[in-house]
């Protein structure tokens, strides 16, 4: 589904990716951990071009692009490829959680606004929130507006949902709630890529994870695997740091 060759990202002289190469299957789930500035956020911004990557190539689905020749039609067919979801949830304040999910139905697919009115009711169903539908972002907790933050995400049906550590700025006896969403979209065999500090739910979640330190990949395998039997020291280094019991 997705296929990453050498991408590279700068911020003047800092490099923040170094050449990353990256393979995620149809219906994958993909956790990226690893300490703060390592370029994890970068990588999900830059896969769907909302930071703008100085070399590389990306392929989402059927989209292939090369970063140094690369199109606004080309950019706007990768975006229209993935979806995602913030840590800062995103929605538009003076819209209600309906509206919110109709918006992308609306002005992106076009769709009726009547049938974008069902569909969106049926999503928010989906995370739990069809009471709410008619609530503003004022009125709703962090993880409930972070559950629409999702449901407006799936609403457009992407191939690839990219989470950027969506329970960091949720209090902690929200998390649970956001959590239980991805899970259920995991089970559904929704391709994801999540960076997260939830080392319980990489564990239990992802197929895969992905260690990034210092603008590389620095070490991936199977959860199994990087929490019982990590191979890099500084894969050991960290998980000692922030694992207490996973």
Known sequence: MIKIKNLSKSYGKLKVLKNIDLEVKKGEVVAIIGPSGTGKSTLLRCINYLEEPEAGEIEI????VDIKNITKKEIYALRRKT??????????????????????????????????KEKALEILKSVGLFDKS???????????????????????GPQVMLFDEPTSALDPELV???????????????????????????????????????????EEGSPEQIFS??????????????????
């Open 61 to 64: 689905d059927d989209i292939k």
């Open 83 to 116: 979806s995602m979801v913030f840590q800062t949830y995103n929605l538009f304040k003076n819209k209600t959680a309906l509206e919110n999910v109709m918006e992308p139905l609306t002005i992106v697919k076009k769709i009726d606004k009547k049938v974008a």
């Open 134 to 156: 008619d609530y503003y972002p004022s009125k709703l907790s962090g993880g409930q507006q972070q559950r629409v933050g999702i449901a407006r995400a799936m609403a457009v």
């Open 176 to 218: 649970g709630e956001v959590l239980d969403v991805i899970k259920g979209l995991a089970e559904a065999h929704t391709t994801m890529i999540i960076v997260t500090h939830e080392m319980s739910f990489a564990k239990n979640v992802a197929d895969r994870i992905i260690f990034m330190d210092d603008g590389i990949i620095a």
């Open 229 to 246: 039997n990590p191979k890099n020291p500084r894969t050991s280094q960290f998980l000692r740091q922030v694992v207490r019991e996973v």
